[in-house]
């Protein structure tokens, strides 16, 4: 099993109550030391304007400017987007920045890329909000566009949402074709069928029960098109809260729901049992436990988010030690 790493970047709460002054330090210091280590293949950041579980005002870094950013600071670690929304930046001039953060990092580039659903940064923003469909459409005409432009060093399209006429790129991205995509969602007639012709890796529902149907329906839009369903990495992210005992695990459920009760009193019982509730939450054993059954469903590929990430490593490091090693 392959392990990724979020780095806390606000979007959940995640810098809240420290400097913002000392926002890029923290945030450097966690890439540079699962850099470092050899535990997490890569690291992560959301691409999101406005902070959830509401747009309270806190502090939320903008995702591709970190993805250079960790490029230029570290040397070994994968850099990823869970995920870009197709929506929020045109496709022609995404395929360019993914490109140049390509060539900062030396090739170390994932892309992930999505449909969006966050409505009001959507409209606070001014993209107004399409239907879901709309979106869906934008990101299959994006990715045409990312292909054309990463492999060719221009595209064409005359689309229904989107239209470039010679758009060119140069220098095409260190890696050959581009940046591996990873498509995100799990909408079964559409976002599948997109992943199923253009995905290198998915990413969607990571629990048992609704990782194993995702699959089944990907595996069918697979078969569809005539692609090896093995081709495709299937990949999920994960919530984890960890402790030796009980009693630790407890410890650091009641430090989530305090923390949150700090900028978003009205959100924190749905926000703790969503925690409470993950596959990955008790000691070591139970989440390696629990991790070798989703292997088993094909779930290879485990994006992890520690929410005490910026203030405390120490679930982190146990992680690293006494989980990772019975996976690799």
């Not at 809240?16 to 926002?23: A, R, V």
């Not at 976002?191 to 995905?199: D, F, M, V």
């Amino acid at each position: 099993m392959r392990f990724g790493l979020f780095i806390p970047q606000g979007w959940r709460q995640d810098l809240t109550g420290i400097d913002p002054q000392q926002h890029w330090p923290v945030m450097r210091g966690l890439a540079q030391w699962a850099d470092a280590g050899d535990a997490y293949e890569s690291i992560w950041v959301y691409d999101h304007f406005h902070a959830v579980p509401e747009p309270n005002g806190e502090a939320t870094h903008e995702a591709w400017t970190l993805v250079t950013a960790f490029g230029a600071v570290t040397d070994r670690v994968r850099l990823g987007q869970m995920c870009t929304c197709m929506g929020y930046r045109n496709p022609a001039y995404l395929a360019k920045v993914a490109a140049t953060a390509d060539h900062v990092s030396g090739g170390r580039v994932e892309m992930g890329i999505g449909a969006g659903w966050y409505e009001h940064e959507w409209r606070a923003y001014g993209y107004g909000f399409p239907t879901a469909g709309e979106r869906i459409g934008m990101l299959d005409e994006g990715v045409q566009i990312f292909r054309q432009l990463w492999t060719d060093g221009v595209a064409t399209l005359d689309g229904t949402h989107y239209q470039v006429d010679g758009a060119q790129l140069a220098p095409l991205p260190l890696q050959a074709g581009g940046p591996p995509l990873w498509i995100a969602g799990g909408g079964e007639k559409k976002t599948l069928r997109i992943a199923a012709q253009h995905a290198q890796y998915t990413n969607f529902d990571g629990s048992p029960e609704g990782f194993a149907h995702k699959s089944q329906v990907l595996r069918g839009h697979c078969e569809a098109i005539g692609r090896p369903f093995e081709e495709i990495t299937r990949s999920a992210n994960y919530n984890v809260v960890i402790g030796r005992t009980q009693a630790e695990v407890d410890d650091r459920l009641a430090w989530i729901a305090e923390h949150y009760a700090a900028t978003v009193p009205a959100k924190v019982d749905g926000v703790a049992e969503e925690f409470r509730n993950g596959p990955l939450v008790g000691t070591p054993e139970q989440i390696v436990e629990k991790l070798r059954e989703l292997e088993k469903l094909g779930m290879t590929y485990a994006i992890t988010y520690f929410a005490e990430a910026a203030y405390d490593r120490s679930g982190i490091e146990l992680f690293v030690d006494e989980v990772v090693p019975q996976l690799r």
